[in-house]
């Protein structure tokens, strides 16, 4: 028992006291400890609570990319839907989607399309909506059909792409937050705006993809089937990483696709991603680009 005279400071006191609770709660935490520990099998607990313990986390190895031809064998071979799988690419660019000078847009005509039928409108009057009736347009119209779409607000768009002639873009304008959204406004710079309508519809009969970096400056294209041959999504991927080699902004450091091109991954549908050594994908760009030139 303790015993302080009057002329004992309070600091001394209570210094004395904590050192004796320390002392019987340590001598009663590790026998309760060492009691329960042999009753639930080498498990360090109190009572019924186990006291946690640490455990080693291991990091999971990334795959290594391999070369295109491979990765797209992969990706057909583990195919296990009823459906026709798509084939998506993925490719993650060393640009500031942020920065307007390093926006990345565009769009190509994959030589063995993407294997999906394209609904297309056009906007057109006249003579235009006579051709564009005639090269297969699904939908065709003008002030009228500006004014539906309008009144139903966007829902039930029975179309895919749009096309339109130069002379109805203001007219446009009234239902632009409509398409917008949709990615559905056209635009000269894909080529969607034209007053050659026939071969705007055959191009994206055909398999013309437009492509745009998101905000994680990644770019997603589709580049065919799972019912394709290997051959031809080789070439429907060549083709598109050209269109993204020939799209690089003038602001990304490095040259060709050092910096730009920074990784890419082959996936299906219902499939696990396979990354794409990025090499193998500059490859492609320059076979489809020497095909195309020789054609």
């Known amino acids: 028992m303790l015993r302080l005279g009057c002329h004992e400071s309070l600091p001394k006191l209570v210094a004395a006291l904590q050192e004796t609770f320390q002392f019987t709660l340590s001598r009663e935490y590790s026998s309760a400890t060492q009691l329960d520990e042999a009753a639930t099998g080498g498990i360090r607990t109190i009572g019924d609570l186990p006291l946690p313990r640490f455990v080693p986390t291991q990091r999971r190895q990334r795959p290594v990319p391999i070369q295109l031809a491979e990765a797209i064998r992969q990706v057909k071979a583990s195919k296990h839907a009823k459906f026709d799988e ?17 926006m990345v847009r565009g ?11 394209v609904r297309i409108c056009v906007f057109a009057n006249d003579e235009a909506a006579e051709a564009a009736r005639a090269a297969g347009a699904d939908i065709v119209g003008s002030e009228d059909l500006i004014l539906e779409i309008q009144q139903s607000g966007g829902s039930g768009l029975a179309f895919d792409k749009c096309v339109a002639t130069p002379d109805l873009m203001p007219k446009l304008g009234k239902i632009a937050r409509i398409l917008g959204p949709r990615g559905l ?7 969607t705006v034209t007053t ?11 398999g013309r993809v437009e492509f745009r970096a998101d905000k994680g400056a990644v770019v997603h294209a589709a580049v065919g089937r799972c019912s394709f041959d290997e051959e031809q999504v080789y070439a429907n991927i060549g083709a598109l990483a050209s269109a993204l ?9 490095g ?3 050092g910096g730009y091109l920074l ?3 082959l996936s ?10 990025v090499a193998s994908l500059v490859q492609a760009a320059q076979v489809s680009k020497h095909g195309a030139g020789a054609a």
């Open 255 to 257: 040259s060709g696709s």
């Open 263 to 265: 990784k890419a991954s």
């Open 107 to 117: 769009a190509v005509s994959l030589p063995h399309g993407t294997g999906k039928s």
């Open 245 to 253: 080699l020939s799209a690089r902004p003038k602001g990304v450091k």
């Open 185 to 191: 406004m056209p635009n000269p710079k894909l080529g």
């Open 86 to 102: 798509a084939i998506d690419l993925a490719i993650n660019l060393g640009i500031d989607p942020r920065r307007g000078d390093q």
């Open 196 to 206: 050659n309508v026939t071969e705007a519809i055959h191009s994206l009969k055909r």
């Open 268 to 277: 299906s549908t219902m499939g696990a991603g396979v990354p794409v050594s």
